[in-house]
């Protein structure tokens, strides 16, 4: 982030600067609350007129120590901190997590728990596009794609309470495997609910993706091309809507995700409008693969012999996975004690708002929210 | 004391009042609200002169449109809700006996009766007198209004504009 | 014929009969005109806030209010008026307090002078003027001022950003809003409300009801999209917007002057698609029955008067249903809109129309 310009205090909401012989600049203050921002995020807007020029964001509001609460907490201590990163995908971030301790020692996961894994975590991947879906709708006016989108997420967070009894940081899987098997009736049910689902999206289209002053408001905005994405180090739908075809469920397969059959949505237009396809197609990629994982989803146990103590061997890891908004890494390193020596966590949503200073620049203050909205943050993984 | 003649004096008192917060009112804005009462105030006159075509249309250009120039102006300029404007200044004695002069021969035409100031012709219906007329006999002024609004646009446009 | 003019009239000759002097029952008569009116704009302003509450909710898959005063919650626009008169006056400390207070004013001011010349029933005008419709245009143009004034007073940036915002997109629109009448008005020959409905006799090739809206399909989509921008509802809210940059320009206000602004707002709405029925859904005319007892005229017009609520009404429908579907609209695309699309298709329609009225008359 650039901060440089941090002279304004906190708490200012405007400046007028004159400066010398240019026009006349204006600052603005967006959040830390504010509807749009979706979390405690603050962006400063540098204005000329209606374009903005620049784009300061200051994170941190909802820093919590996370890295180092980890480094005093032995490995099964961890996973309910990875639920409250990234809170609307906790499971994702569970799996990150497991996956990355586990290599670290070299555990096998029974084939059952891994097509929980799966199957829970893009159920979440659905969820968590879901709301984002709905709440960029709202953010451009749009009442009523929020209250499909969340009549579907309830679907979604009544199947995960009843296999974990939580409704969003769910702390469900296990190193080794999961917490507990599938509750009886719930396979049923989630086979229902995708039933049920998969007439939604062409709802959702007839809503929104095919009302044209939908498409007028995010086409063309906020473009970030090919080049410039990559060394921005962006991931997740923000690569894939500048026409890089690249998932770590493909490229760089964890957990049984290379048994799959799916496609990866890549759209080239690199703009806001590209995102929102790139997203909307994974959420039916998502119950194709679930829809897989059921039909082969073998009994047996739901997690393997594990020591009482989870001491991994001296080390280091970094694991990476498919969170819905991105590469979710975990670097670990280990001393062979049980507490880990070092935790880092890579941040999808961190990375990628990283590039949002260049993604605003040039475009209208009222294209900020659209923008914003289509990089998808969540502050709880952004500030940790 | 007619209907017409105690409306006619509640209506000129309000509007002169309104026009002397204009022209006398020290904050800008306040001046500008009361030049928004002051037109309105005049557009109820032209009522009373049975001219209400015209009274209809000062409201919806002089206040619907000008007037919201107006207060753009003053609202994008910056600090000027703290500027007072100078209501004395140094033509005072000469605007003054200008505005006397005038005064004395607004009177004296009004007491005399000029003939071509004597009372239009009561029309049942304005409008279609009006739109006859600048079609008609007025076309050419009419025509060259236009043109002149025409310009004002195109100017303004490439003023605003930035290279 | 029973018309109010001619009631009002036959009111004033008797008062001079018995000597009143004749500022009395000129008082009388407004004082009448303006509570039936407020009481009016008062009732349908409730009903519409809780009909949009629930047109929303059935949309969006809810059920909206169901439970304040039992049946569907049909108090429930009475509770919030009385929360919203509870409700502690706040002027911001820097704001210039007459502008401020003036503000709400001058807007629901200008909403109700627009309802004089509204065509209730056959000869149920408060006045006919005869450039009635060229009245309430001018009238609602002052809406805009009143909502300048609100943002300017309110000592905000957000609020004054957005009232210029609000007064750009209402002063664009109003001319595509204009012209698109004219069309109307050139059929008609007459700008005079009641006039217009009366030219909507007759039918369109012996079986559509002679309604303008059936040449001038195109002045009414135009003067409907337009009605939408100046009554700054979704898609053209951005001046009300609370996830756009700038929040809008009443933010500073709260309890009862809020109350006036929402009520004004509504007020409009009713206004925007009563002149919409007027010009190009035939007003009040519908099909009646003589109602036994009464006389035929008495029935007409009680008919007369619940078609012109339907057919407002169902209008009404239609602006929430569209606000309920639509996003916004980004600021310049606004503008865009307006000045690109909407002007040169209502010219064209204006130079369609006058052409087809000559040739043909």
Known sequence: MDTREAPIPVGTTVMMERTGETMEEMYVNMGPQHPSTHGVLRLMLKLDGEVMTDCIPYVGYLHRCHEKIAENRTYPQVVPYTDRLDYLASMSMNFGYVVAVERLMGQKVPERAEHMRVILAELQRIASHLLWLGTFGLDLGNFTIFIYCFREREMILDLFEAVSGQRLNYSFYRIGGMAFDFPDGWLDNCRAFLEWFKPRIPEYDALVTDNILFQKRLQGVGVLDAKRVVDWGLSGPMLRASGISYDLRRNDPYSIYDRFDFVVPVFDTCDVWARFLVRRQEMLESVKIIEQALDQLPAGEITAKMPKTIKPPAGQVYARTESPRGELGFYLVSDGSPKPYRYKVRSPAFCNLSALPEMMKGYLVADAVAILGSVDIVLGEIDR | ?163 | MITFARLSEQFYALTAQWGIPWIVPTLVVMGIVVGVIVAYIAVAAMFLIWWERKISAHIQVRFGPMRVGGWHGWAQSIADGIKLLLKEDIIPARADKVVFVLAPMVVFAASLATYVTIPWAPGLIVKDLNIGLLYMVAISSLTVVGIVMAGWSSNNKYATLGAMRSAAQAVSYEVPLVLSLLGPVMLAGTMSMGQLVEAQGGTWFGFLPGWFVFPQAVAFLVYFVCALAECNRLPFDIPEAESELVAGFHVEYSGMRFAIFFLAEYANMVVVAAIATTLFLGGWRGPWLPIPGLPAEVSRGLFSLVWFQVKVYFLIFVMMWLRWTLNRLRVDQLMDFAWKILLPIAFANLIITGLVVTIWK
């Open chain 2, 1 to 163: 004391m007619t209907i017409q003649l105690g409306i006619f004096y509640i209506l000129a008192v309000f509007t002169v009042w309104a026009a002397a917060v204009v022209v006398l009112g020290k904050n800008i804005v306040r001046a500008a609200v009361a030049l928004i009462f002051t037109f309105c105030g005049m557009a109820a006159l032209y009522v009373l002169l049975d001219a209400e075509f015209l009274a209809a249309v000062q409201v919806l250009i002089y206040v619907g449109g000008i007037t919201i120039l107006l207060l753009f102006a003053i609202m994008l300029t910056s600090r000027i809700s703290s500027a007072t404007a100078r209501v004395i200044n140094d033509q005072v004695v000469l605007s003054a006996i200008a505005a006397a002069g005038i005064l004395v021969g607004l009177i004296y035409a009004a007491m005399r009766g000029i003939p071509a100031l004597s009372g239009p012709p009561r029309l049942p219906e304005t409008t279609p007198f009006l739109g006859r007329a600048l079609l008609t006999t007025y076309a050419l002024p009419f025509e060259v209004a236009s043109i002149l609004l025409l310009a004002g646009m195109v100017g303004a446009i490439i003023l605003a504009r930035k290279e």
